[in-house]
């Protein structure tokens, strides 16, 4: 047990921030179809839209693709619109991707539901996820809440038959150096 305590502790300190820059660029979103409801309910996610049909989102380095979106305006505790919207995006699987600060690295994500707030920058995903962070790490499981502005990720949940399996890849070693072509392996010549 202290090991996986461990091992988790060690996965939330090597984990990549996503690249900062781009809570600052446009939200593009294309679809095949579209369907916006405005309500008139103060205090909730009233505005409605919903999209089908190869759902396409951006925002500076992050990327989503999926089979329907739902987006919402969510309103702001202060009562002044602070443009942010939470997305749900379905898919077989659905899929993330965005740049990571600290690196560069490029962390993808998939999962059959990404329920993204751009406010908060959390994304909890269910079914099915896989998460990869380039040259560091892998998450596989049924559920996942990651928090771009933290780098926290939280997996599983303690039901009977839950499971996450986490993959460490090691660091970059300089790689041996390659024999000639034209040498036999002993290094004699022929």
Do not use: W
């Not at 759902?55 to 380095?61: E, K, L, T």
């Not at 992050?62 to 329907?68: P, W, Y």
């Not at 993204?116 to 269910?126: M, P, Q, R, S, W």
């Amino acid at each position: 047990m202290l090991l996986v305590i461990m091992v988790a502790g060690i996965a939330c300190a090597s984990t990549s921030y996503a690249l900062s820059t781009d809570r600052d660029k446009d939200l593009n979103v294309t679809a095949r179809y579209q369907k916006s409801q405005l309500g008139n309910k103060v205090g909730s996610e009233a505005n409605t839209t919903v999209l089908t049909g190869d759902v396409n989102i951006d925002q500076g380095s992050l990327k989503a693709h999926g089979d329907e979106a739902h987006l919402y305006d969510v309103p702001s505790k202060t009562g002044k619109d602070d443009g942010s919207k939470r997305i749900v995006l379905t898919g077989k699987p659905a899929h993330m991707q965005q740049q990571l600060d600290n690196d560069g690295g490029l962390m993808t994500a998939d999962a059959n539901k990404i329920d993204y707030n751009t406010g908060t920058n959390i994304a909890e995903l269910t079914g099915n996820v896989v998460v990869i962070q380039q040259g560091n790490s892998e998450f596989r499981g049924e559920h996942m809440t990651y928090n771009s502005n933290t780098g926290a990720m939280e997996g599983g949940s303690q039901s009977p038959g839950s499971q996450v399996r986490l993959k460490f890849l090691p660091k970059n070693k300089s790689t041996p150096a390659t024999k000639p072509a034209n040498k036999p392996a002993d290094g004699k010549s022929g």
